[in-house]
C-alpha cells in the first residue's frame, strides 16, 4: 500500500505517454497522491487536461509560470515528494539527467531534488541500445538513480522490435512499492550476525572435503537483513557469490573459523546460523600432499567433530543473541528433526527444508520452507530465495515486536 506517500510523476514526450495516465490511477488506487509535471514534448502526446483530470491538480508545465513559480516553484515540486516518478524517460531526459543539465521544469526539478528517483526508459531500440544512452544509464544509476524496464517488444515504428518499450504501469507501480517496502527499516539499530555457505574442511594442503551448500539463501538474507536497517556481519564459507551490498563480511573456510569469527562478532541481538557447516573435519590434516606411492594402498581419513556453532551460541549463558536462528536441511523427518535441534541447539526459529535432490534446493534458485518455533510449525509456499529473506525479516520482527 502507498497510504499518504506523495509521488511527483515527470512525464516525458514519448509514445508510451498515454501508459502514464493508468499509472496515475494505479498509484492513486494503492493510496498514494500524485502530481504531475510534463515536458513541453509529452504535451504533444497527451494533453495537460488529461492529466490534471486524473490527479486532481494543477498540471506543472512551464519554469517561466510566473503563477505557478510564485505558488509553488520547482524547488518545492521537488522537496514535496516522497518518490519522483520519471514515465516515460525518454533518451533526450537520460541525457539531460546524466549530464545535469536544467533547461525546463522538469529537468531543473531533477536537478534541485534530494528525493530518490525512479525512470521508466522508453524508446526506440536503437536508441536505447546506443553506446551513448547505455553510459547515461550507467551515469545514472551510479547516481543512484533507480530504473525499471524497459521491455523487449514490438516498437511503435512499424516492424522494429527490441528493447525499448516503457515497462508496463502495473511493473512500475511493483518497483514504486518494492522502493518503499525497502524503506521501512524493521531492524534499524539491531546488530545481526549471519552465517552462510558451505565450511571446507582439509584434508591435506591442496584436497578438502565439502558440500554442495552455495551460500544463496545465507546470502539473500545478510542482504535483506542490512536493507532492513540492522549492522550485519556475515561469516561466509567460500562461495562464488559477490559480498551482499551494505554488509560486513569476514571470509573464513573451516567449521573453527567460522565459530572464531562469529563469537568476535557477538554481542548481537540476532544470530541467523545459515551455513552448512561440516559436522567433522579430518582428524590429522597432513601438512604435506598426500603421495600415492604406487603400492595401491588408499590413505584413511579419521574424523573428529566439528564445533556446532549454533549450539555454541544458542545455549550460551553470558553471550547469547536475543534471537537465534538456525535452519535445518533435512531429506527426512523434516518436522521431527528441526524440532529436535531447536532444543538441541537451543533455537528460537528453525527454518526447515526438505534438501532431496529432486527438490534442487541446494544451489537452485528456489526453497520451500517450514518454520518451526516454540508456537508450532508454519509452511510457506515455494519462493525465490530472497523472498524467503524478506519473509523472514517480518517474522523476526514480529518475534522482535518491532
Ligand atoms: O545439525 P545440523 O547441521 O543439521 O544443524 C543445522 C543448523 O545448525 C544450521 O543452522 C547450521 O548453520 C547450524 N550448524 C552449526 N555448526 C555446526 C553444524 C550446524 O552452526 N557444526
Same mark, same amino acid.
Given at each position: 500500500m502507498l497510504s499518504g506517500k506523495r509521488i511527483l510523476l515527470i512525464i516525458t514526450g514519448g509514445i508510451a505517454c498515454y501508459k502514464s495516465l493508468d499509472l496515475v490511477r494505479r498509484l492513486q488506487e494503492r493510496g498514494a497522491s500524485v502530481r504531475a509535471v510534463m515536458t513541453e514534448g509529452a504535451?504533444?502526446?497527451?494533453?495537460? %487536461? /488529461?492529466v490534471g483530470a486524473l490527479t486532481g491538480g494543477k498540471v506543472f508545465t512551464d519554469l517561466f509560470d510566473r503563477e505557478a513559480e510564485h505558488d509553488v516553484g520547482h524547488i518545492r515540486l521537488s522537496r514535496e515528494a516522497d518518490l519522483?516518478?520519471? /514515465?516515460?524517460?525518454?533518451?533526450? *531526459? *537520460?541525457?539531460? *539527467?546524466?549530464?545535469?543539465?536544467?533547461?525546463? %521544469?522538469?529537468?531543473?526539478?531533477?536537478l534541485a531534488t534530494d528525493k530518490p528517483v525512479l525512470i521508466a526508459p522508453a524508446m526506440n531500440s536503437r536508441m536505447w541500445a546506443h553506446v551513448a544512452t547505455q553510459r547515461n544509464l550507467k551515469t545514472l544509476q551510479g547516481d543512484g538513480i533507480l530504473t525499471v524496464g524497459p521491455n523487449a517488444g514490438e516498437m511503435a515504428e512499424k516492424g522494429e522490435a527490441g528493447y525499448g518499450r516503457m515497462a508496463e504501469p502495473m511493473?512500475? %507501480?511493483?518497483?514504486?512499492?518494492?522502493?518503499?517496502?525497502?524503506?521501512?527499516?524493521p531492524l534499524a539499530g539491531k546488530k545481526v550476525v549471519i552465517t552462510s555457505g558451505p565450511t571446507h574442511e582439509p584434508i591435506d594442503p591442496v584436497r578438502y572435503i565439502a558440500n554442495r551448500s552455495s551460500g544463496r539463501q545465507g546470502h539473500a538474507i545478510a542482504e535483506a537483513v542490512a536493507q532492513a536497517g540492522a549492522d550485519v556481519t556475515l561469516v561466509s564459507g567460500p562461495v562464488t557469490l559477490k559480498d551482499p551490498k551494505g554488509v560486513n563480511v569476514v571470509h573464513v573456510e573451516t567449521a573453527r573459523e567460522m565459530l572464531a569469527a562469529v563469537q568476535s562478532a557477538l554481542p548481537a541481538d540476532i544470530a541467523i546460523m545459515a551455513a552448512a557447516v561440516a559436522d567433522w573435519r579430518v582428524a590429522s590434516d597432513a601438512h604435506q600432499k598426500i603421495k600415492k606411492d604406487g603400492s595401491g594402498k588408499v590413505p584413511a581419513l579419521d574424523f573428529v567433530e566439528n564445533p556446532d556453532i549454533l549450539a555454541t551460541i544458542g545455549n550460551s549463558k553470558v553471550l547469547r543473541?536475543? %534471537?537465534?536462528?538456525?535452519?535445518?536441511?533435512e531429506t527426512n523427518d523434516l518436522i521431527e528433526n528441526a524440532r529436535g535441534?531447536?532444543?538441541?541447539?537451543? /533455537?528460537?526459529?528453525?527454518?526447515?527444508?526438505d534438501v532431496s535432490p529432486e527438490n534442487n534446493v541446494m544451489g537452485g534458485s528456489e526453497n520451500t520452507v517450514r518454520i518451526v518455533s516454540e508456537d508450532g510449525v508454519e509452511d510457506w509456499p515455494k519462493m525465490g530465495k530472497e523472498e524467503v529473506a524478506a519473509k523472514l525479516i517480518a517474522k523476526i520482527a514480529e518475534k522482535l515486536g518491532s
Open positions: 504535451q504533444k502526446f497527451i494533453t495537460p %487536461l /488529461a519522483i516518478v520519471v /514515465a516515460p524517460a525518454t533518451a533526450n *531526459m *537520460m541525457a539531460k *539527467m546524466a549530464g545535469g543539465h536544467a533547461d525546463d %521544469l522538469a529537468s531543473c526539478v531533477l511493473e512500475i %507501480l511493483e518497483a514504486v512499492e518494492a522502493f518503499f517496502n525497502a524503506t521501512i527499516k543473541p536475543g %534471537l537465534v536462528v538456525g535452519f535445518a536441511a535441534k531447536l532444543q538441541r541447539k537451543g /533455537a528460537d526459529l528453525i527454518v526447515a527444508n
